[in-house]
């Protein structure tokens, strides 16, 4: 031990006389089981251009401290336990002098182009965009435009974007789980939900829907015009609106509740016009017929 102590103890010598000087260093005590130096039991090297101090000085962890700004290293870093940490203060990863990336150290909040992170993953920077998840089919971006139509062509100056790259690839919002667990997908605006998917199919819109075009899945109506269809008669239908107070093929105003399913009622609506036409027919059939009549008569 005492012959592994010495040759420690000249291996650092020599290195100090190779790279450096004394500057009052003190005395290197060599006892039968350690080496200690001055500084709280570390070794102080000083090579004149700054100060290096090695080992232990308290019982909690082993010291590598300097009075220069940075540690430069000319090779990788590897721990063998796997962690990093910082003591005291937030994580920070650099380069070029310039925080990349921070993890605070009172909540693990991440941040990336941001130093004071405000939620587990905070992301900033001008850059378009901001985010991009990849594999070897599809893109998914998302990012601010900096600018109207920077990052899209629809996007205003601040509008967040969520752009899919992808040839025939489409975007998939999905909310699973256990079967009928009545799961939605809410887009909120103002602070008001203004749209709720369903999971049993049904989309509720709160607020006025505007389109150039609506295409509605649903049956047509020209079943009027078979043999087979019993068409009511005008009296028929004048009855029954007198009795009832609205159409033949409607609910009242009290059942319908305020809500109308638009495919039905358009389907509907498309039967009385038929009916209507075929009344018209007939009616101009008996007017020329009257005409006929009148003609003859005289």
């Known amino acids: 031990m005492k012959t592994k102590l010495i040759l420690t103890s000249l291996l650092v010598v020599c290195s100090l006389l190779a790279y ?4 009052d260093l003190g005395p290197i005590i060599s006892t039968s089981d350690d080496l200690r130096g001055p500084t709280n039991g570390a070794i102080r090297i000083n090579t004149g251009f700054g100060l290096l101090d090695v080992g232990p000085q308290n019982a909690t962890a082993a010291h590598l401290s300097t009075d220069r700004p940075r540690f430069l290293f000319d090779k990788a870093l590897f721990s063998s336990q796997g ?3 910082s003591l005291g ?3 920070s990863l650099q380069t070029n002098g310039t925080s990349r990336l921070t ?3 009172t909540n693990g909040n991440v941040g990336i182009g941001i130093t004071t992170p405000s939620a587990k ?11 991009r998840l990849t594999n070897s089919i599809s893109m998914l971006e998302i990012g601010a435009a900096s600018c109207d139509g920077c990052f899209s062509t629809q996007a205003e100056e601040g509008d967040v974007v969520f752009r899919l790259l992808g040839q025939g690839k489409n975007m998939v919002f999905d909310t699973r789980s256990a079967q009928d667990a009545g799961e939605t997908i809410k887009f909120v605006a103002g602070g008001k939900t203004v749209v709720t ?11 006025d829907v505007l389109a150039n075009e ?3 899945a649903s049956g047509w109506c020209d079943y009027v015009f078979s043999d087979e269809y019993k068409m009511p008669t005008l009296e028929e239908e004048a009855s029954f609106i007198k009795e009832n107070g609205h159409l033949m093929s409607f609910e009242s105003e009290q ?13 509907r609506q498309q039967e009385t016009i038929e009916k209507l036409m075929l009344h018209l027919i007939e009616m101009n059939k008996e007017i020329k017929s009257l005409k006929g009549q009148i003609e003859a008569s005289k």
Request: proline letters at 2%; a negative charge; charged letters at 20%.
């Open 197 to 207: 998917i369903k999971d049993n199919s049904t989309v509720d819109i709160c607020g």
């Open 121 to 131: 993953l905070h992301v900033n920077g001008s850059e378009n965009p901001a985010i």
């Open 20 to 23: 450096g000087q004394w500057t």
């Open 89 to 91: 203060s937030n994580l």
């Open 103 to 105: 993890i605070r150290r």
């Open 83 to 85: 962690g990093f940490s």
């Open 214 to 216: 609506v295409r509605v």
């Open 255 to 267: 059942d319908m509740d305020g809500a109308i399913q638009v495919g039905d009622v358009t389907k």
